[in-house]
């Protein structure tokens, strides 16, 4: 293996030497297989190819200074995958099996965990899809549980440097009563083409707004968004969020350093009341927001002295990675350590 250049590493897909694979057949799991082929075959009926069939995760584990390694927060990423498997009609993943193919994945690349204080994780994408042929409109009958892995560095470039982001209109990413709130791949698709107009125009990404009325925050692509108003953290709730295991975690923080925490819809002229904004999820981690511009109406909020990320943001990002790193004590039990 070459030697990674850990501190340069993008959020991208590494070639690592193993995955583990299960397969779903006549109503039940079958055993864990290790592969070490990036390559999957299946039906060219498959449902997760022809209506979308297809749920994933992302979770990370990270080397801490004690030479440990901890995966965070694993059982919320199995109970997402799930509720995301039950909303569109696919078989669910017992936590036995999702907890073994995640440990055996992370043991088996356990070269690709970069050190510690490099700033960058692995990143674990377990995936689940619908494999058996269907051509009418049907859930299959077959599924396939993978997971991959691989070492990766800040979502956005930017890292912790605060970013740009643009609110639109002309798109948006999940209908109200539709698949917003489940990490379905459509969702993804859906979000293609605002975001990849966002980059040209110089944005880190997109803040879609409620598909219903256009007035609240849902969420800065990738991520959800969080506001910091004085002495509370404000995150929007909407039913085609997807709830987000590294805000549930913020909020946690949030409370534990003496804030109050709002769940509610915030609306886009609300966004002139924040002292800090900021993007948070497992890849993004937290991302401040230095300026959101409106593409409608070109008005702009800003925020950010000198280009630096707030102090809440920074406190609150300290104590997240402290723990993801064991610097600090796991008193909330997010953390399984990998013997
Ligand atoms: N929102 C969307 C649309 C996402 O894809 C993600 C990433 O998983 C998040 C938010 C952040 O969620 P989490 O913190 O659980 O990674
Ligand atoms: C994550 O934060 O894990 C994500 O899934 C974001 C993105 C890569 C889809």
């Given at each position: 293996?070459?030697?990674?250049d850990w501190?340069?590493?993008?959020?991208?897909?590494?070639?690592t030497?193993?995955?583990?694979r299960?397969?779903?057949?006549d109503?039940?799991?079958?055993e864990l297989e290790i592969s070490?082929?990036?390559?999957?075959?299946?039906?060219?009926?498959?449902t997760?190819l022809?209506?979308?069939q297809?749920?994933f995760e992302g979770?990370?584990?990270?080397r801490?200074k004690?030479?440990k390694?901890r995966?965070?927060?694993?059982?919320?990423?199995?109970?997402?995958?799930?509720n995301?498997a039950r909303?569109?009609?696919?078989a669910?993943?017992p936590?036995?099996l999702?907890?073994?193919?995640?440990?055996t994945?992370?043991?088996?690349?356990?070269k690709y965990?970069?050190?510690y204080?490099?700033g960058?994780s692995?990143?674990i994408?377990p995936?689940?899809?619908g494999?058996?042929?269907?051509?009418?409109?049907k859930?299959?009958?077959?599924?396939?549980f993978?997971?991959f892995?691989g070492?990766v560095?800040?979502?956005?470039k930017?890292?912790?440097?605060?970013?740009?982001m643009e609110i639109v209109?002309d798109y948006?990413r999940?209908?109200?009563?539709?698949?917003?709130h489940i990490?379905?791949?459509?969702n993804y698709?859906?979000s293609l083409?605002?975001?990849h107009?966002?980059h040209?125009?110089g944005?880190a990404?997109v803040l879609f707004?409620d598909?219903?009325e256009?007035?609240?925050?849902?969420?800065?692509g990738p991520?959800n968004?969080?506001?910091?108003?004085?002495?509370?953290?404000?995150?929007p709730?909407?039913r085609s969020?997807?709830?987000?295991?590294?805000?549930?975690?913020?909020?946690e923080?949030?409370?534990?350093?003496?804030?109050k925490?709002?769940?509610?819809?915030?609306?886009?002229?609300?966004l002139?009341e924040?002292?800090e904004?900021?993007?948070?999820?497992?890849a993004?981690?937290?991302s401040?927001?230095c300026?959101i511009i409106d593409?409608?109406?070109?008005?702009g909020?800003h925020y950010?002295k000198?280009s630096?990320?707030g102090e809440?943001?920074t406190?609150?990002?300290?104590k997240?990675?402290a723990?993801?790193e064991?610097?600090?004590p796991?008193?909330?039990?997010?953390?399984t350590i990998?013997?």
């Amino acid at each position: 293996m070459n030697q990674i250049d850990w501190k340069n590493l993008p959020f991208g897909y590494f070639k690592t030497d193993y995955n583990v694979r299960c397969y779903y057949h006549d109503g039940q799991w079958g055993e864990l297989e290790i592969s070490s082929s990036e390559l999957i075959s299946m039906h060219m009926a498959a449902t997760c190819l022809h209506y979308g069939q297809e749920a994933f995760e992302g979770l990370k584990a990270f080397r801490g200074k004690d030479g440990k390694i901890r995966i965070f927060r694993m059982d919320e990423n199995w109970k997402r995958m799930n509720n995301s498997a039950r909303g569109i009609m696919m078989a669910e993943v017992p936590w036995e099996l999702f907890h073994k193919a995640v440990l055996t994945v992370v043991k088996l690349n356990e070269k690709y965990i970069p050190p510690y204080g490099e700033g960058a994780s692995l990143y674990i994408r377990p995936l689940l899809i619908g494999t058996g042929p269907q051509v009418g409109v049907k859930p299959a009958e077959e599924y396939m549980f993978l997971v991959f892995a691989g070492p990766v560095g800040p979502y956005f470039k930017e890292g912790f440097n605060p970013v740009k982001m643009e609110i639109v209109r002309d798109y948006h990413r999940a209908a109200p009563k539709g698949t917003g709130h489940i990490k379905v791949g459509g969702n993804y698709a859906a979000s293609l083409v605002p975001a990849h107009r966002a980059h040209q125009d110089g944005y880190a990404s997109v803040l879609f707004l409620d598909a219903a009325e256009e007035k609240y925050i849902d969420e800065a692509g990738p991520a959800n968004f969080f506001g910091i108003k004085g002495n509370t953290y404000v995150t929007p709730s909407s039913r085609s969020i997807l709830p987000s295991i590294t805000n549930k975690s913020l909020q946690e923080l949030a409370k534990e350093i003496g804030m109050k925490v709002e769940v509610r819809p915030v609306p886009v002229e609300e966004l002139a009341e924040f002292d800090e904004v900021g993007a948070c999820g497992t890849a993004a981690v937290i991302s401040p927001i230095c300026s959101i511009i409106d593409r409608d109406t070109t008005h702009g909020y800003h925020y950010c002295k000198e280009s630096k990320a707030g102090e809440i943001s920074t406190r609150l990002y300290k104590k997240l990675r402290a723990i993801q790193e064991g610097e600090e004590p796991d008193k909330y039990g997010w953390i399984t350590i990998v013997e």
